[in-house]
C-alpha cells in the first residue's frame, strides 16, 4: 500500500464536482484507492460516501492506494488532487 | 394589498403576475413484488434515462446560465451512478422485495438526511440534489413527464420549493423573479437568482391564490406586495428604474480599481449588517468588509449568543471573503440598539450612556467570548477586530490586556487563530483629538461619521426642529477628519470612514485629498462611488 498526504485548497472543500470527477478518476484502477480525514474513511470511487466526510478547505487527506496498479493510480491521484482541489 | 415577509436572497424589484407551481406530488406507495431482477432492471432502466435527461438539461443549462450553475445537472448525473445510492435501491428491491419507486423514495430519504444532518451549510444543501435525483427516477418509473412550463407572460415564481431541474427548464426570458418557502441561501435557486441578477426571497409563506395576481417583488426589503395600490406601484415603477440604471452601472465598474485619473488608489469595502448581505457585497465588486457590524448576533436572540454560534458566523463570512479584509466591529449596543436580556436598564441620555465598548470592559465575559469567537475564526480568513466608542488610551491599553488574556487561553488549549488587525473607531471627538497618541496603540483608525458629527455638532439627528442648524458637511468634522488621517499616517497606520459620510460622493474628492486609505459604504453605494473617484483627477 501507497499513500501520501494533501491539504485541501478549495475554498468549499471537496464538493460535490471535484467528489464526481474523483471516482470517475479512480475507477479507472484496480487498486482501491481510500480517503481518510478526521478519522473518517471513504472509498474514492463512491462520491455521495466521500462528500459525506465533509472535507473542508484546509483540511489534511490522506490518499493511499492498495493493489496492484497503486503506484500508478496514486501518481494519478496526485495529479488529480493538486488540479482540482 | 397583502405583505409577506422573507429572506432576501438577491436584490432588485420585480414587477409582474405571481405564477404559483404546484410540485406534482409523486405518490410512492410501498408495494410487494415477486420477481426482483425485472424490478431492478426497470430502475436501471429509469435511472439511464434519468442520466440522459441530466447530460441535456446540462447542455441546455450551459447555453443558459453558463458553466458555473450547470455543472449541477452533472453532478447530478454523477450522484445517481454512485456505488452506495445504487447499492442501497438494489438491497431494497432484493432484500426486501419492495417496488423501484419505494427503494429509491427510501434511499433518497436516508441520503437526503445524511447531508441535511452535517453542519457545513454547503454539504447541507446538498440534501436537496438527492431528494431531485430520487424524485426524477421516480416520476420516470411513475411515468409522468417533468415540466415547468411557466407560460409566455413574464412572471414572478412561486413555489414551496424550486429544484435546480426546475428552475433550468424555465424560460429565463420570462422569469422576474423567485418567491420561495423553503431553500437556503446557498440552494442552487439562490444562486441562479444572483447569476440572473434577479430579486429572490425565501421562507415567504406562499398563498396559492396569488397564482395570477400581480405583485411587486422587493428584493430591498424582502417582501413580496400582492395586488398593491396605484399609489405602491407608481413607487415601486420609480424604484426599478433606478435599479436599472445601477446594472449599467455594474456593468461598465466592476472589476475596474478605486484609482483617480492621476493614479491615486483608495480601497472601497463594504458594510454590512448581516450574513444575508455577503452575496451583495460580492455582487458589487467590494475589495472587502470595512465594517460587519456584529449586533444582529445579539439582537436577534433571547439570550447571549454563544461562543460556538459567533463563531460559525464570523467563520463563514471570512471564508465567504476568501482572503480578502473583513473588518468585524465588537459589541455595539446601547443607545438606539437595546437588547432585553443586557438589562440596561433606562437612561435620560441613552447617547452619551452605558454602551459599546463601556459594556464590553464593565462585563468582560461577555467582550471574552466574541473575542475567543474572533480569534478562532481568524484561522479561516483575514479578519480584522474593530472596537467602537473610544475615548481614551486607557481603555485601548486595558483592551489589549484581555485580548491577550484571550489569546493566551487559546493557545493553551491549542486552538489556532491567524494574525489580527486591530483597530478603533473614531467616532467621540475625544478619540479624534488624541488620535495622535491612540495611533501609536492600534493598527488602524476607521472614522464612524454618522456619531462624530452627533457629537461633534451636540445635534440629535432624531430631532427634526435641528434641521436647520444641521450640516452634514459642517467643517469641524472635515478638520477632525483630516487631523485622524494627519495622525494615523504620522504613526504609519492606515485610516478609512466607515459612516455615511464615505458614500457621501460630494465629499470623494476631499476625502481623495485627504489621503484617505479606505472608504468602507452600503453595498449598493460601491460602484457609485468607484465611479466619482475614477473621475477625479
Sequence with gaps: MVSFNYAIKDEI????????????AAKEFEANITLSCNGKNADATRLMAVMAMGVKC??????????????MA???????????L | MEYKEGKKVFHGVAIGKIRVLKKTENQVARRKIEDSKAELARYEEAKQKAIAQLHVLYEKALKEVGEVNAQIFDVHAMMLEDGDYNDSVQNLI???????EYAVAQTGDNFAKMFADMDDEYFKARSVDVKDISERVITILNGNDTGSDIGDEPVIIAAEDLAPSETVQMDKSKLLGFVTHLGSANSHTAILARTMGIPALISVDIDESWNGKTAILDGYEGKIIVEPDEKTLAEYEEKRKKDEEQKELLLTLKGKENVTKSGQKINLYANIGNVSDLASVLENDAGGIGLFRSEFLYLEKDDFPTEEEQFAVYRKVAETMAGKKVIIRTLDIGADKQVDYFNLGKEDNPALGYRAIRICLTQPEIFKTQLRALFRASNYGNIAIMYPMIISVDEV???????????????????????????IMIETPAAAVMSDELAKEVDFFSIGTNDLTQYTLAIDRQNSKLDRFYNPHHEAVLRLIERVVKNAHAEGIWAGICGELGADTELTERFLKMGLDELSVSPGCILPVRKVIREAE
Design chain 1, 74 to 84: 496514486l501518481d494519478a491521484m496526485k495529479t488529480f488532487f493538486e488540479e482540482n
Design chain 2, 397 to 423: 491599553r486595558e483592551i489589549k490586556k484581555i485580548v491577550a488574556e484571550v489569546k493566551d487561553e487559546l493557545t493553551k488549549e491549542n486552538i489556532p487563530f491567524g494574525e489580527v488587525e486591530q483597530g
Design chain 1, 58 to 71: 484546509g483540511d489534511e487527506v490522506t490518499v493511499s492506494a492498495d493493489g496492484t496498479d497503486e503506484t
Design chain 2, 94 to 100: 432484493e432484500g426486501q422485495n419492495v417496488n423501484a
Design chain 1, 13 to 24: 472543500g471537496i464538493h460535490a464536482r471535484p467528489a464526481g470527477m474523483l471516482a470517475k
